[in-house]
């Protein structure tokens, strides 16, 4: 039986990792491939998940830890994935503040499960916005030394390192980033590519149908620094309805709120490393995020319908602590429903920061 190709995308939050594994999965399906795909998150109501299945995607969520700590609940979320019919891919999304997974995830599944996966070149997202500041060793990134400390890590052990959101830069500024990662990671292939126009895909495709000797940079790592600086996050996930007598913009509503809750973490001096909502209502879905303090908030996906009523997930990961997170959150979409004359239930918040990671395997030397 032939192996299931696995190919892992990781990178920073706010990276473009979502956009980027709904562009592969576009591109094999439409070839005839069988696709599965696995997200990550430390908790439940997980809008990637969300927004791949409702491009009609087979999506497996390991929620509760990340991969590194929950691999076997990785392995079984692949197996699921091939009960009823069996993937030619299997596309995973790492949680965006783990690292060291090439030692954690990709070595294991070498050694253990060989017969049944064929490994791809590991690729890593750079987000442009603070992936410019933490290379350049700026002041003022929004992160303590520990968490860009986790950016950098990740980067180091990438087979590929792919510069996203080139759509949104000048070529300057994509000269800039290339030179920087040339410099730092003199090694590893910089590709360019725009997840949301699908520039550069089918370079990324064809890299990532490389066969040969990946995955094997295994990190000199301070798990103490890691754990520190994952743990400066603050985590929520939220769930919620809105409705109305009237009909709403779900677009509008799910803008306003990433809108209000920038300009509540702004005037606080916290960093957001990302925030995305997205609304669901009867097959249709929108989404709104933004990935830091120095850019736009946007509508990534448009729903374009008005609504009585909607599904919303709210993710938050911020540089601060998760009480005042979700302090914010909730004051945000009760200012938005009370502008919309909306009523608001929320049905369940997780707000916490993670812990430290102890992951199931580590291999400190690769095969």
């Known amino acids: 039986m032939q192996r299931i190709r696995y190919i892992m995308i990781g990178g920073f939050l706010g990276a473009g990792k979502t956009t980027t594994l709904g562009q592969l999965a576009k591109h094999y399906t439409d070839r005839g491939l069988n696709v599965g795909i696995v997200t990550n998150d430390q908790a439940t109501d997980l809008v990637d998940t969300n927004t791949l299945r409702s491009q009609g995607f087979d999506v497996g969520e390991v929620a509760g830890a990340c991969f590194c700590c929950n691999f076997n609940e990785l392995m079984d979320t692949m197996s699921r994935l091939s009960a009823d019919q069996r993937p030619d891919v299997i596309l995973a999304e790492p949680v965006g503040s783990c690292t060291d997974l090439v030692a954690t995830v990709i070595q294991p599944i070498k050694r253990l499960f060989d017969a049944e996966f064929d490994i791809a070149p590991y690729a890593v997202i750079l987000k442009p916005s603070h992936g410019r500041r933490i290379l350049k060793n700026e002041a003022g990134t929004g992160f303590s030394p520990k968490a860009a ?219």
């Open 149 to 367: 400390y986790i950016l950098s890590k990740q980067l180091e052990e990438a087979d590929v390192i792919l510069i996203n959101r080139i759509d949104e830069l000048s070529a300057e500024e994509v000269q800039e980033l290339t030179s920087l990662l040339t410099e730092h990671h003199p090694k590893t292939p910089v590709l360019q590519i725009s997840a949301r126009t699908g520039t550069g895909i089918d370079g990324l495709v064809e890299f990532l149908t490389q066969q040969g000797d990946f995955g094997r940079k295994i990190l000199d790592i301070d798990y103490d620094t890691y754990a520190e600086g994952e743990a400066e996050l603050g985590w929520l996930n939220s769930s919620l309805t809105v409705s109305s007598s009237q009909k709403f913009s779900l677009d509008t509503v799910l803008l306003a709120i990433v809108v209000d809750l920038k300009q509540r973490l702004e005037t606080a001096g916290f960093e957001p490393a990302h925030l995305k909502t997205i609304g669901l209502w009867e097959g249709f879905f929108g989404v709104a995020n933004l990935i830091s303090s120095d850019t736009p908030p946007e509508l990534s996906l448009s729903c374009g319908h008005e609504v009585q009523e909607a599904e919303v997930i709210v993710n938050a990961r911020v540089a601060c602590d998760p009480e005042t997170l979700q302090e914010y959150v909730h004051a945000a979409v009760d200012a938005v429903a009370a502008q919309h004359g909306l009523q608001v239930s929320f049905r369940q918040t997780q707000s916490f920061r993670p812990g430290r990671p102890v992951p199931t395997h580590r291999f400190a030397d690769s095969v």
